[in-house]
């Protein structure tokens, strides 16, 4: 079977992997965009777009991409224009990065493909790391970088307040990010993205983990300066924070870059917390539906709180961190660790 | 200790070292940073400008700059005659015209010791209190999307929109009703108005609640606004601060109740109040004065009696005797004076007003000073002002 034969071929399936997860990582974002849009709207009692590809104004975020690809490329005069150019890039390679661990569905165990496949096994992933969820966590917290290359280079003194906000604020919730999710590991016995999936076969993590999930949540919003905890982008007091001078695609990057955060978040939160591909009640559902089903669930509640809550003060979140969190956290891992050696 | 270090000498050798003398005695140098806030900036609703002196994100001084939109309201007043002033009137505080041009007509009739019939004066309440809620929605939604909840402001607008196509049916303006006419009105209201306005009024009490929900009975709303830029009663006082924000401060001044105009003496409201003077009290203040207003339009739509709306007999020219008048409204954001002042002519000698907003924005040194950046927005949110109102 010269199909099979193909995925014998490493390049030939490293390049099916890769295009499939690029492929996702541009309609991901779109979706969850496009979401919002609709979501955002009903809950305000108005339409949203609605004109855009006739139905429902479905191209509405294809239509904002042309745009911004159409403008033109403005770098102010007094920028550093290389940091300035290369800021997007710095601040969305991270998240697409991500993509390439998250396990979207189960092992493939019955097939003639398993067989050939190297130590990590085959499977609804892009590559199974032994440290998968380090490598996550290790990854997602470069974006900062580049947030604070483009404020700083910006030559805007909204934009340095902004990216100065976003590195205190990516420092103080990286802890409980790491600690929650050292909990995870510790349940699970490993830090392998698929095996911390597999092990929720029985029961997910988020039942013995409630509070580690709670702070999980809590600390990817303010990792991905969502409402309300959106202080970087505060656009009532210091307009767009380090997007301020940015237009066009540089622009369009960065928002990209927070439409594929939130569903990198929810896709490592739903791995840890929510059994990843593993189903319940319904049965014969694939897995990998699951999991996107998962990640469009949290997506969706990233967004009703955009509409509910107004935003904390940037104070007020470090508080909220070192007092409340980490110490939460910290008794998590404690509480696990017992669990773990008694039973 | 850094004064010993600085002319210290350095371990690097046995018993010697290097004499150095560290620059400002080994703290870091900072200076503060000076940021312009405005004249574009969306939290500053129109064209105020802020210029604030930064300590990091700790405002160490403020400094409104006002006059970007300065139209010479009261220059322009000389050389138009009073039916066109009554027009004028609407345009400097859009988000309360017909109480401005009820202020310039009840000061000319006052002049002209003019008769206004019973039904004008009611329908003239109504109105007014329509608008100070079309005012005070406004604010309750921008002053929510300021600090981040951006749902209340559709739900105002979404109140907004029933309100105002309300008022079009009667004065056939959203916005710039030019409704007044020096002696009475410009028309009736249209048949089936006070079902619709009464309709209106149980509608807005239901929807309320959902601001309640959202921005009131939230926690982070809370933690945002209490005690932020907190306003003595006192210091309120002497800065000449009027409306929603001297109630906020606990003084219960209202014109409406200590020099009634119009009938307000002959309708029940209360004027509420706040305890600590923080800018959660000041919402809070502005929340209960919808509710307030819409008491008193409930009451005028018991009330309003039958009749003309302008007096049969009205003079071609409208040509106040030689004089001054001094008018004052309890306007949507305060109490407005109008000081008129006729030679008998055509066109008043001067016509000068006393604005709420004017006075509300030249608090904003005293009430920005030592707070942090983010909470600029919770004040200036809560001060509730009018560009157009603050430069005339």
């Known amino acids: ?343 | 200790m850094p004064s010993e270090r600085s002319a210290g000498v350095l371990p690097g050798g046995p018993g010697e070292g290097v004499q150095v003398v560290i620059a400002g005695e080994g703290e870091l140098a900072t200076q503060e940073m000076t940021l312009s806030i405005g004249p574009q900036h969306p939290s500053t609703h129109g064209v105020l400008r802020v210029v604030l002196g930064l300590d990091g994100e700790r405002i160490a001084s403020a400094i409104p700059v006002i006059g970007y939109m300065h139209r010479a309201f009261d220059k322009l007043a000389e050389a138009r005659d009073y039916r066109q002033i009554i027009a004028l009137s609407n345009r400097h505080d859009w988000l309360s015209a017909f109480g401005n041009e009820l202020g310039i007509t009840l000061a000319v009739e006052r002049l002209m010791e003019l008769e206004v019939p019973e039904r004008a004066q009611w329908i003239r309440m109504l109105v007014a209190e329509w608008n100070r809620v079309l005012n005070h929605l406004m604010f309750l939604g921008s002053f929510g999307l300021e600090l981040g909840a951006m749902t209340p402001m559709f739900y105002a607008f979404r109140e907004r929109e029933d309100i105002q196509h309300l008022l079009e049916a009667a004065t056939g303006g959203r916005m710039h009703f030019t409704y007044n006419r020096v002696g009475g009105l410009k028309e009736d209201l249209p048949r089936g108005f006070l079902k619709e306005s009464s309709d209106l009024v149980r509608k807005i009490r239901h929807r309320l609640l959902d601001y309640e929900g959202l921005l009131l009975g939230n926690e982070i709303f809370k933690k945002r606004t209490v005690s932020i830029g907190v306003l003595p009663g006192e210091i309120a006082k002497s800065y000449g601060v009027t409306g929603p924000i001297l109630q906020a401060s606990g003084v219960a001044e209202d014109s409406r109740k200590t020099e009634p105009y119009l009938h307000y003496d002959q309708v029940e409201f209360e004027v509420p109040t706040g305890a600590h003077g923080d800018s959660f009290d000041r919402f809070l203040v502005l929340y209960r004065r919808i509710e307030e207003s819409l008491k008193i339009i409930e009451q005028v739509h018991d009330k309003l009696p039958a009749g003309p709306i302008i007096p049969a007999k009205m003079p071609k020219n409208i040509k106040p005797p030689e004089g001054w008048t001094y008018v004052r409204t309890e306007n949507s954001l305060g109490e407005t004076g109008y000081y008129l002042v006729s030679r008998g002519g055509k066109e008043p000698w001067r016509l000068k007003m006393r604005t709420p907003s004017f006075h509300n924005v030249s608090m904003i040194p005293y009430l920005l000073e030592g707070v942090l950046l983010p909470d600029l927005i919770a004040v200036l949110g809560s001060v509730f002002f009018v560009v157009g109102d603050v430069d005339r």
């Not at chain 1, 997007?243 to 896709?267: K, P």
């Not at chain 1, 955009?306 to 969190?325: C, F, G, V």
């Open chain 1, 1 to 343: 079977m010269i199909f099979y034969e193909l995925f014998d071929n490493f390049w030939a399936v490293l390049g099916l992997k890769l295009g499939v997860l690029f492929i996702f990582f541009l309609t991901a974002p779109l979706l969850i965009g496009y979401t919002e849009h609709k979501v955002l709207a009903h809950m305000q009692a108005r339409l949203g777009p609605m004109e855009a590809g006739k139905f429902h104004g479905w191209a509405q975020l294809v239509a904002d991409g042309v745009k911004f690809i159409q403008k033109e490329d403005l770098i102010p005069r007094a920028a550093d224009k290389w940091v300035f150019s290369l800021a997007p890039a710095v601040v969305i390679v991270p998240v697409v990065v991500v993509f390439l661990v998250i396990p979207f569905g189960p092992a493939l165990v019955n097939s003639d493909v398993a067989a050939s496949c190297g130590a990590g096994g085959c499977g609804w992933w892009g590559e199974n790391l032994d440290v998968g969820i380090f490598f996550v966590l290790a990854v997602t917290s470069v974006s900062v970088i580049g947030m604070l290359m483009a404020g700083w280079a910006s030559a805007n003194k909204f934009s340095l307040i902004g990216a100065i906000r976003g590195a205190a604020q990516l420092i103080a919730y990286e802890l409980p990010l790491v600690l929650a999710a050292a909990a995870v590991a510790m349940q699970a016995g490993t830090l392998s993205l698929v095996g911390i999936a597999e092990g929720q076969q029985s029961m997910w993590y988020v039942v013995p983990q409630f509070a580690g999930f709670a702070i999980f949540i809590t600390a990817s919003l303010a990792e991905l300066s969502r409402p309300p905890f959106d202080m970087p982008i505060a656009d009532s007091e210091i307009i767009f924070g380090h997007m301020t001078e940015y237009s066009g695609i540089r622009f369009g990057l960065f928002l990209l870059s927070e439409y594929a955060g939130i569903v990198s978040l929810s896709a490592v939160a739903t791995v840890l917390y929510l059994g990843g591909w593993h189903g319940f009640i319904i049965p014969g559902i694939p897995g990998p539906l699951w999991t996107l089903a998962k990640i469009g669930a949290l997506g969706f509640f990233v967004i009703w709180l955009r509409a509910t809550y107004p935003r904390l003060r940037e104070d007020q979140l470090q508080k909220l961190s070192w007092k409340y969190l980490i110490p939460i956290a910290l008794l998590n891992i404690l509480l696990t660790g017992i669990f773990k050696v008694v039973f």
